[in-house]
């Protein structure tokens, strides 16, 4: 690793001032993604600020029936909530889906949607990444793409998300709430908090300098049958080929959002009417557009054979 400070945070708005007041700061948390990439120098942050002494661990009711999920909240306990696994099923799974027990018991909510991409090439210090270091190139165009994005790429990136977590609460319409350098508070749907890469691939969310991270709001259940499924290439400790939540309820709507398919996670509303029509007739529309490399166009009837499936398992 290169030299940097270090410094602790005792309240959301000090933290986010000393990020803003500092150049190359990173907020620190489990730092189970971050400290990799340190240790890779992928990431050089020249100062760090651990925000866990934050009051941001908690799992709260809302007065509109939905839940605030602390930026804090570690992946196992969000998982195990009794509330969560009532009545957002959904978020469970695809947060059991992910990485290693170890892992889970570590990473938070926060650090979880802002978790870099597993693109081969971006951890591949000695090939060119658009996302690593801007303008140099991107090696995934002419080389190995198999886990990489069908749709929503650019000729700058086809790196793609690698979040589960993420994935459900898309499906799930869930809101992020944040806090800036001025004390100012914002909240930024989910479908409007990752960026698609474009020409500017090393930009991944829409968070402005100093913006950190306070919690998730989960709205009021959307009830129906909630299924995830993530089809990888091996059992345990893998990112996603492809992955499908969907909510499906007994008149045969629901919605439905993808994970590993694009560099954000995947939903277009639209499709969601086709859904008592069937999985073809659904994924012809989330993935109207799909650009695939000869390695990786089997993710267009992956996605339909999973989303077939998920559907199947909904009905009964």
């Known amino acids: 690793m290169r030299p940097f400070t270090y410094e602790r945070a005792w309240t959301p ?27 890779l120098q992928i990431e050089t942050p020249l100062h760090l ?15 509109e029936g939905g839940l ?31 990485a290693s027990g170890q892992l889970r018991n570590r990473a938070t909510t926060a650090g979880n949607l802002l978790q870099r991409t597993r693109c081969p090439y971006f951890y591949d210090t000695n090939m060119p990444c658009n996302k690593r270091n801007p303008g140099s190139g991107c090696a995934a165009l002419e080389g190995f793409s198999r886990p990489l994005a069908v749709i929503g790429g650019s000729g700058a990136c086809i790196a793609t998300n690698p979040s589960d977590m993420a994935v459900a609460m898309r499906a799930l319409d869930a809101v992020v709430t944040t806090v800036g350098p001025a004390g100012e508070s914002r909240t930024i749907a989910m479908a409007d908090f990752h960026r698609l890469p474009g020409d500017t691939p090393h930009l991944e969310s829409v968070l402005a300098p100093g913006e950190l991270i306070t919690g998730v709001t989960l709205p009021k259940p959307a009830g129906g049958t909630q299924i995830y499924h993530k089809v990888r290439d091996r059992a345990s400790y893998a990112f996603a080929l492809i992955s499908v939540a969907a909510i499906v309820h007994k008149d045969g709507t629901g919605r439905v959002a993808l994970g590993g398919v694009a560099p954000k996670p995947w939903r277009v509303e639209a499709a969601e009417a086709d859904m008592p029509r069937g999985a073809k007739a659904v994924t012809s529309q989330l993935l109207a557009g799909a650009a695939p490399t000869s390695d990786n166009a089997f993710k267009l009837l992956l996605v339909e054979r999973t989303l077939g499936a998920a559907m199947t398992e909904a009905r009964g």
Do not use: C, W
């Not at 600020?49 to 007065?63: F, H, R």
């Not at 306990?77 to 889906?97: C, E």
């Open 49 to 63: 600020i651990d925000i866990n002494g934050l009051a941001l661990d908690k799992i709260e009711p809302t007065p």
């Open 13 to 39: 708005a000090a933290a986010a001032v000393a990020a803003a007041g500092t150049p190359g700061a990173k907020f620190i948390a489990g730092g189970t993604n971050l400290l990799d990439l340190m240790k």
């Open 68 to 98: 605030q999920v602390g930026a804090l909240v570690r992946n196992t306990d969000l998982a195990a909530d009794a509330r969560v696994r009532r009545d957002y099923p959904l978020l469970s799974r695809a947060l059991l889906a992910g």
